[in-house]
């Protein structure tokens, strides 16, 4: 008997040390050297979405959004069987109308059959955070694109891959460039992973480089906020803003701000984007009433831009881009991952025409 439970003991070590053999051990690369898809500017700090040393008349507020790393994904190739990640972000409390994976962690997507499908996530654990995003899987090379935290600056990250496997950059695999420049809805709020902002979404159904300037309540088309997008090389602009400024400031500032990056985009259209239906505006007619009014300014200053001679400018009306059922939305403000879906779905046909026209394709 004892020779017996000595054998077993023995071969439950030996079980024991072949799986844990089996298990391969993980390597990280520094995720910098990886090719930053949505970059609008090169930044001292990799994942800042603007250098805002360089416009130093923008709002507080503004710069420390524009730290946050919405809309950028690292792209890579690899035949690693699992992909992990450890990440840094800051000690920014939590918001209460967004996913803790949202505000700060981490969303991945591997290309499958020339289309760019969900693999996992990295959920974030602490200030520093190490999680395996996808495992077990076969051994093909890969390409892949990680999408950043939403609502938190990203100190740093490093990607993880299998012992003996290779992981290589991977070149853009989004073509032309186009801003977005908009409010908390551009910015990401509240989709419930990082990879389901509506650009986001916008980039991969078209294949077009879509970057995120969203600026969470404070895109309010502010002469320093104009200065700085129109210094961004793109071939078109679209200007999703109209949530944020009151009615009194859309009137007084869209034609400036337009006007700006006319004078140094002579030829790039620019495309403007009515405000989206509010849920909380069911019942709550101070909510209606300004939704109502915000988009009847800028309609109102897209009028009379084109009379004074603008062209190749564009305006987008919001109807239906949520739906009519009501569920699009997660706190009545902003859309959910339906919502967003929604948007991108009812934004990519009309944009697609525009782009067409300018051979933005």
Known sequence: MRFKITCLFALLIVWCNNSYAQTPKIVYQDASKFHLYGKAFHTPQPYHRVDTARYSDLPIAVKRLLTHSAGLAVVFKTNSKTI?????????????????????????YIKKDGKWQFAGVGRPTDICSEFTLVKAMDNAEKECMLFLPLYDELKSLAIGIDEGSNIVALANPFKKRIVIYGSSIVHGASAGRPGMAYPAILSR??????????????????????KMISDIEADAFVLDCVPNPSPKQIKERTEDFVKTIRANHTK????LIQSIFREQGNFDLDVRERVSQQNEEITAAFNRLRNAGVKDLYLITSEKLLGDDHDASTDGIHPNDLGFYRMAEGLAPQLTQIFNQYQIK
């Open 268 to 271: 790039a259209p620019i495309i």
């Open 84 to 108: 992990s990640a450890k990440w840094c972000v800051t000690n920014s409390k939590a918001l209460n109308n967004l996913t803790p994976i949202a505000q700060k962690g981490l969303d991945l």
């Open 205 to 226: 159904n078209t294949g077009l480089y879509f970057m995120n300037i969203g600026i969470s309540g404070n895109a309010k088309m502010e002469k320093a906020a104009a």
